[in-house]
């Protein structure tokens, strides 16, 4: 059985009021700007590590924010928030940030707006000179083609951290292996579930669940942002108290929580 | 300053567009306000068309300053310019099925797609092998299932060890989906909160021009 209630599309109802509670809550609070306790997240703060590790070695740094094929998803709003992070602290230190762009027909849009949060870090941190477009080329619209000149770049420049968020699929693990191979530090993140398996044997570190899609908030420090993070985690117990009692429910053959959930 | 500057204006196209694509999907809407989501999405195609040209043309523009500067592996440059420029001039000039197009694709950019997806074995094993070494509790837990996985799925796997598959199809049904439906809801959630975050303005990364108007403003 499932509930319709007109005018809701039937099916979209569970859905409709989960998005309109998350959205409450964090109307809520990014007005009164209450900051959560937030754990470390290692993987992103393995960022600034990796950036010192290159100033250290001299070596340039190169980030990705994967390959967006369903064109600026939540993924790759992530990966573009860690590439102008990263952008920035290259900035800061002086270092040569590499982004080979590419992987998909979508990517191109990525693209441009990818070079430019990166030259707006760079001139924020007064380096506009430094900022070289040629150093985020577009490789190709093809995932393995892309790929292959991604590690292409990485055997001639050998950098010192390879920062991998985004959008990823199968040639995450080629692309992180050759990382390894030519003692990148390798830090990568994806939402592509098949995928988070691999990354987390090929990389030193792996962003997991959503601590990539909460990586934005996370590194701007913004109380409002940060405070977000706290709707998820309410939308978190909401949903084990959901799976809990529909367990129960279910137990006692009782389908209210699945027609809810249906509805 | 204009206002096509000011960070209001993106909140509001954000906002204005997201409740456009939004109302549609959760509410039975007039045809017109389908059509006009229809509308946004043809929006993005059209959009993502010309910019594969600007993506095309830099792709180009790179790689004549590789052969003009005859950096290493210039040859290589001639190659993707000649095959990339008889794509596209074939492609527009004579059309997709063509069957010199179709050579195109059939000996150049299928085998070199299937010839690196093939190489993924051979880094997967090496970072299998690295993951698998046994050096904590969790680790050797991780290495036993990887066995078990291993014996079901290679081919003289469940002849040389039978009682490897139900173990093996318990891990997978049982553990391992468990541990995804956990990574499938932090991931529905978090991308919830993402968009809730972009259409408040909290999360404006994704228009790099606010910050630059910033610290113009404070200059």
């Known amino acids: 059985m499932v509930l319709h209630i007109s005018p809701i599309v039937e099916g979209k109802l569970s859905g409709l009021i989960f998005f309109l509670v998350a959205l409450a809550l964090t109307a809520y609070y990014v007005r009164n700007k209450k900051v959560p306790y937030i754990r470390r997240v290692p993987a992103i703060d393995a960022i600034e590590e990796g950036v010192g590790r290159a100033t250290e070695l001299g070596k340039p740094v190169i980030a990705s924010p994967g390959m967006s094929p369903s064109g600026i998803g939540a993924s790759t709003v992530a990966g573009l928030s860690i590439l102008s992070y990263t952008a920035k602290l290259c900035a800061r230190n002086d270092l040569r940030l590499l982004a080979p762009m590419g992987g998909s027909a979508e990517s191109y849009t990525t693209?441009?707006?990818?070079?430019?949060?990166?030259?707006?870090?760079?001139?924020?941190?007064?380096?506009?000179?430094?900022?070289?477009?040629?150093d985020m080329?577009?490789?190709?619209?093809?995932?393995?083609?892309?790929?292959?000149?991604?590690?292409?770049?990485?055997?001639?420049?050998?950098?010192?951290?390879?920062?991998?968020?985004?959008?990823?699929y199968a040639s995450a693990v080629y692309i992180s292996e050759v990382g390894h191979e030519v003692g990148a530090m390798v830090i990568s993140g994806t939402t592509y579930l098949s995928n988070i398996a691999c990354l987390a044997a090929s990389s030193d570190y792996v962003m997991i669940g959503e601590e990539m899609l909460a990586a934005g908030a996370y590194l701007s420090r913004d109380p409002g942002q940060l405070a977000t993070i706290r709707t998820q985690d309410i939308m978190k117990m909401v949903l084990i108290g959901i799976l809990v009692l529909g367990v129960i429910t279910l137990s006692f053959a009782n389908e209210a929580v699945i027609t809810f959930l249906s509805s | 300053m204009s206002i096509l500057r000011r960070k209001e204006f993106f909140v509001v196209l954000i906002v204005l567009i997201s409740v456009f694509?939004?109302?549609?999907?959760?509410?039975?809407?007039?045809?017109?306000?389908?059509?006009?989501?229809?509308?946004?999405?043809?929006?993005?195609?059209?959009?993502?068309?010309?910019?594969?040209?600007?993506?095309?043309?830099?792709a180009t523009r790179r790689e004549v300053v590789r052969i003009q500067r005859r950096r290493k592996g210039w040859f290589y440059a001639v190659v993707i310019l000649v095959l990339s420029w008889a794509m596209v001039v074939i492609g527009l000039g004579i059309g997709k099925t063509n069957v010199i197009f179709e050579f195109l694709q059939w000996a150049f950019v299928i085998p070199g797609d299937a010839t690196i997806y093939?190489?993924?074995?051979?880094?997967?094993?090496?970072?299998?092998a690295r993951a698998f070494r046994v050096n904590s509790l969790e680790s050797a837990l991780l290495t036993f299932g990887a066995l078990f996985i291993?014996?079901?799925?290679?081919?003289l796997g469940e002849v040389l060890a039978p009682w490897a598959g139900p173990v093996a199809i318990y891990l997978q049904d049982t553990i391992a989906?468990?541990?995804t439906r956990v990574f499938s809801v932090s991931l529905a959630i978090g991308s919830v909160v993402l968009a809730i975050r972009l259409m408040l303005g909290q999360e404006m990364a994704l228009v790099g021009l606010v910050r630059r108007v910033a610290s113009r403003e404070e200059e």
């Open chain 1, 137 to 168: 080329p577009f490789f190709s619209g093809r995932q393995f083609a892309w790929a292959s000149a991604y590690c292409g770049m990485m055997l001639r420049e050998k950098p010192a951290t390879n920062i991998m968020v985004g959008v990823q």
């Open chain 2, 118 to 128: 093939a190489i993924l074995v051979f880094y997967l094993t090496s970072a299998g």
């Open chain 2, 21 to 58: 694509l939004y109302i549609p999907y959760f509410f039975e809407v007039p045809q017109a306000m389908t059509n006009l989501e229809n509308w946004f999405m043809d929006t993005i195609v059209i959009i993502a068309a010309f910019a594969v040209w600007v993506g095309f043309i830099t």
């Open chain 1, 111 to 134: 693209m441009e707006l990818a070079r430019d949060l990166v030259e707006t870090q760079y001139k924020l941190e007064g380096k506009e000179a430094a900022f070289n477009i040629d």
């Open chain 2, 150 to 155: 291993l014996l079901k799925q290679a081919p």
């Open chain 2, 177 to 179: 989906m468990a541990a």
